[in-house]
């Protein structure tokens, strides 16, 4: 037992995972668990950038201001505050790893994004920003004096006297379990976009963070918040992939399959408006005209800026048949960020010491209702390095207080329906998809929470990677749903049509915690 024994123990290989890793190694010794390779994650996929107010025009204040526009109400302004004023030294240390931003004339160059007042995104290698950032830090741990266990899934964590001291995990390719002990358990495990019947999330993110920490006692947040990017590829054979928000920041449009421009008729900023409002626009434009997408046109703007600004999504394109510089671009929402997950406070402390959350797993309040684009590699990067400062401060880590303005409660009991779907990953991303996805309804919410309850009844033994993740779907599945129920309100980037108006008396979280009192 004691061989197996790391002061951090991280779940995940995200920046989130890696970012700590690298600072936690300089206090302590440190494992890193990862369910497949070590590249395997949400964050290589990252186009656009990472938030940073380091522009002329731009401060932390500017900064903050557009980030609690975009969280609709529900932004803490100490996590905001925190977020944008701490940006520019996290920054510091990836350049510090080397990951190698663009610059021009030795300046690291911004560019301007939906709902940011000024340009102040940084990206590496144009439009792969994420991919130079999971090669670089993975080289760093790669380098370091860390230990990552590559295709091992965490399973459990393991609590005593209401500690967290370590983790089950499965290794997946012989798979034998054992426990790992720790003084700190970091989560690091991404989102749930693979929820979503359409996604631009990887296959490892379903969610496992979440599941765990809620089976621990942690409290869970804002779940019913979740992000649908409007502009994915769609094109038939092709998986879903993403078209960053900077495409419309450079001036791209968007056309329904009839050719009509249709954002001015939605929203004042057009095609900049805020990534909820596009996409339900969107979508009554798909189904006003019975098609299955609509367009991003980007032909009128210089090819030259197209292949040198996105030269990753251009050449995506045109390996699948697409010149982007010359035809339009088939396109249609897809989940893309998860903003609640396992409550953390601003040093990323859950409710149960000694385990911590971080990146898209947690839910730190900076996002609120909806996420500026941008800002959550940021956020990965920020709360990371706090969460390593806490641990140099304090041996026996304390815990995120309860808190006072939503009480945590239990999930709601339901009656097993007699006849339902079978329980298969593609069923239940579908439900989600059409019953939980960007438009929703009372009725359709109802009809998902019983069903995915019925399931939840009757789910089998977990004993390999695929049956485990099927379990973290169902109850993550189940924790969206019921959120989505209770918020009887329209806000950021939930939806629903019999609750259409935002409503002041919705101005407060939902969390859930297993055994929280009735
Ligand atoms: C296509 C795309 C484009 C994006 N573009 C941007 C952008 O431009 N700017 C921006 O700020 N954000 C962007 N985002 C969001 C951002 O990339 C993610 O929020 C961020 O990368 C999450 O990082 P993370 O470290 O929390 O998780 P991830 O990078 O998703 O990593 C999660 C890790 O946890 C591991 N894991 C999960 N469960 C387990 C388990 N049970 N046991 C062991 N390991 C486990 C996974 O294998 C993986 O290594 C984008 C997201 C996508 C999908």
């Known amino acids: 037992m004691k061989t197996n024994y790391y002061d951090y123990i991280i779940v995940g290989s995200g920046i989130a995972g890696l970012y700590i890793a690298l600072l936690a190694i300089e206090r302590g010794s440190v494992l890193v668990l990862t369910k497949g390779s070590i590249d395997d994650c949400n964050t290589k996929y990252a186009q656009g950038g990472i938030a940073v107010a380091m522009g002329k025009d731009d401060s932390p204040e500017l900064h903050f201001k557009d980030t609690m526009a975009a969280g609709a109400g529900l932004s803490d302004a100490e996590a905001v505050c925190i977020l944008t004023e701490e940006a520019a030294d996290c920054m510091a240390d990836l350049i510090k790893f080397g990951v190698p931003f663009d610059t021009l004339n030795g300046e690291i160059t911004l560019t301007r994004e939906a709902a940011h007042s000024v340009s102040r995104v940084m990206h590496a290698g144009g439009d792969a920003t994420g991919e130079h950032i999971e090669v670089t830090l993975s080289r760093e741990v790669r380098a370091a004096p860390i230990k990552v266990l590559e295709n091992c899934l965490a399973t459990e964590i393991l609590v005593q006297k209401g500690k967290v001291v370590g983790v089950k995990a499965l290794d997946c390719q012989t798979g034998s379990v054992d426990d790992y ?10 989102g749930a976009g693979r929820l979503f019947k359409y996604t631009t999330n990887s296959d490892v993110v379903t969610g496992d963070g979440i599941a765990l920490a809620f089976e621990a006692g942690a409290e869970i947040s804002d779940m019913e918040f979740f992000q649908f990017h409007p502009t994915v590829l769609r094109l038939p054979g092709v998986a879903p992939f993403l078209i960053s928000e900077a495409v419309r920041g450079e001036g791209g449009i968007l056309k329904n399959v009839e050719g009509h421009r249709f954002m001015p008729d939605y929203a004042a900023k057009a095609e900049l408006a805020t990534r909820d409002i596009v996409a339900r626009s969107t979508v009554r434009e798909m189904k006003k005209t019975h098609s299955d997408r609509v367009f991003l046109d980007v032909t009128h703007l210089p090819s030259r800026l197209i292949t040198t600004r996105f030269p990753h999504i251009y050449r995506f394109c045109r390996n699948h048949g697409l010149d982007i510089t010359k035809g339009l671009i088939p396109v249609a929402p897809a989940a893309h960020y998860l ?101 929703r309804s009372g009725k359709s919410l109802e009809e998902a929470a ?38 009887e309100e329209s806000r950021g980037a939930h939806f629903r049509t019999d609750f259409p108006q935002t409503s002041p008396e919705w101005q407060k979280h939902i969390v859930f915690r297993k055994n929280a009192v009735k």
């Not at 995915?452 to 189940?478: F, H, I, K, M």
């Open 181 to 190: 002990v720790c003084n700190s358990l970091i989560l690091a495990t991404g």
């Open 339 to 439: 903003m609640g997950g396992v409550k953390v406070n601003s040093w990323g402390e859950t409710n149960i010491p000694g385990l911590f959350a971080a990146g898209e797993t947690a839910c730190t309040g900076v996002h609120g209702a909806n996420r500026l684009a941008s800002n959550s590699l940021l956020e990965s990067v920020v709360f990371s390095k706090r969460i390593v400062e806490r641990t140099k401060t304090s041996a026996s880590p304390e815990s995120c207080q309860p808190s006072a303005v939503s009480r945590p409660c239990c999930l709601p009991e339901r009656e097993a329906l007699p006849k339902v779907p079978s329980l298969t990953v593609p069923n239940l991303q579908s439900l989600m998809w059409d019953k939980v996805g960007i438009i």
């Open 450 to 487: 019983g069903i995915v309850a019925t399931w939840e009844s009757c789910l089998p033994q977990p004993g390999d990677r695929p049956s485990y993740e099927l379990n973290n779907l169902v109850l993550c599945a189940r924790l969206v749903t019921e959120a989505a129920l209770l918020r």
